[in-house]
């Protein structure tokens, strides 16, 4: 059972709907590619399913992308489902002791499915998803569409926008297309920032997250509606870039992300 719509997408990558006693909290659509596989699985929430109804699907293995996922209010802890016969798996990038998570590598993307493809005796599907995304990698190394591109990642919130820093996702994908961060000096995979210091930094392009909960197309009004940030060059251009939230996170569809972000940065690249 997956319990975040990272762990979902990395189990239907891996072809594994048929062994998925349900599934739960999507943050965005599953992609066309594969629909019919999630349709095929029980939904049992939204968001979180209560603890109740996620035992009553009777799971052999849990498998999270947050540590929230393990927590009294949902599965419980990851030492009580062991009591009770239940193994789970936690996403090294969700792990709650900050000291544990992995710098966000490529490599350690890969980890992450293999580790599950190796419960699920499917490594071979693994190695082939990784041969396929170190080639796309190689392809966007090559084209650099984001060359001399000043680009922000915004995420969320209008107060203190919340901004891909230089340690996380965002920051893989913009590295990998050949553009700059312009909040690649914060720590960290996110960070709230002033508003004052994006209209400082000036972006060339603005890549926006599209989620259920905070779509790209209310942070462009927003942008567009205030008398400071629509004179941004990125606002003025209209050189938005919307991915989906999930195709923003380490994770299986991250390569996915950098495709999309790579094409539209393409056609922004000063003299083009």
Request: some cysteine; charged content about 20%; aromatic content about 8%.
């Amino acid at each position: 059972m997956t319990l975040n719509q990272g762990a979902t997408e990395l189990a239907l990558a891996l072809g594994l709907e048929s062994r998925m006693a349900g599934t739960a909290y999507l943050d965005n659509a599953v992609p066309e590619q594969w629909k019919a596989a999630y349709d095929a699985v029980p939904v049992l929430s939204k968001q979180y399913p209560t603890k109740e109804k996620l035992l009553a699907a009777r799971p052999d293995f849990l498998y999270a992308s947050y540590a929230s996922a393990y927590t009294e209010k949902v599965a419980g802890t990851r030492e009580e489902l062991r009591g009770q016969g239940i193994p789970s798996y936690l996403s090294p990038f969700g792990c709650g002791d900050k000291s544990k998570v992995p710098p966000t590598t490529w490599q350690a993307v890969w980890g992450e499915l293999n580790d599950v493809a190796q419960v699920f005796g499917v490594p071979e599907r693994a190695a082939a998803i990784q041969r396929q995304q170190e080639q796309q990698l190689a392809r966007f190394a090559a084209t650099a569409a984001g060359k001399d591109l000043k680009v922000l990642w915004f995420d969320s919130d209008t107060k203190a926008p919340f901004v891909g820093s230089g340690h996380g996702g965002p920051q893989l994908v913009l590295d990998a297309v050949g553009a700059r961060n312009v909040f690649a000096d914060l720590p960290g995979a996110w960070q709230n920032v002033s508003w004052e210091k994006v209209v400082a930094a000036d972006p060339d392009a603005i890549v926006l997250a599209d989620a259920d909960w905070d779509s790209a197309q209310s942070k462009i009004d927003y942008l567009q509606g205030d008398p400071v940030l629509s004179t941004l060059t990125a606002v003025r251009r209209k050189a938005f870039v919307v991915v989906p939230f999930s195709e923003s996170t380490p994770g299986v569809l991250l390569a996915d992300g950098a495709a999309r972000v790579s094409a539209e940065l393409g056609r922004l690249r000063p003299g083009s």
